[in-house]
Nanobody, 111 residues
Framework: QVQPVESGGGLVQAGGSLRLSCAAS????????INWYRQAPGKQREWIGV???????SYAASVKGRFTLSRDNTKKTGYLQMTNLGPEDTAVYYC?????WGQGTQVTVSS
């Protein structure tokens, strides 16, 4: 079983950067993709990107060029590096691995 746990959220000013982590237990971590999502207040959960087991990445248009996904399989951790943040990026951020969700981590961007 793989159980993701997100961390690294917080309050940041517009234009700032933040790095989120998605740590997961279980031997299957390295063999599976990590999808990242976010959910802003009053909105549906939005897919923002994926990193495959081999390290290939794909991003939603809303974050492409500002967000970067990476992973360290030896640490069983995925990372979401966010730059040039704006108030529209305020949301709870989640990672999903083989259908399992973490609890999310709050990111708040002040203008």
């Amino acid at each position: 079983q793989v159980q993701p746990v997100e961390s690294g959220g917080g309050l940041v000013q517009a234009g700032g950067s933040l790095r989120l982590s998605c740590a997961a237990s279980g031997s299957a971590f390295g063999r599976n993709a990590i999808n990242w999502y976010r959910q802003a207040p009053g909105k549906q959960r939005e897919w923002i990107g994926v990193i495959t087991s081999g390290g290939s990445t794909s991003y939603a248009a809303s974050v492409k060029g500002r967000f970067t996904l990476s992973r360290d399989n030896t640490k069983k951790t995925g990372y979401l590096q966010m730059t040039n943040l704006g108030p529209e990026d305020t949301a709870v951020y989640y990672c999903n691995i083989i259908g399992r969700w973490g609890q999310g981590t709050q990111v708040t961007v002040s203008s």
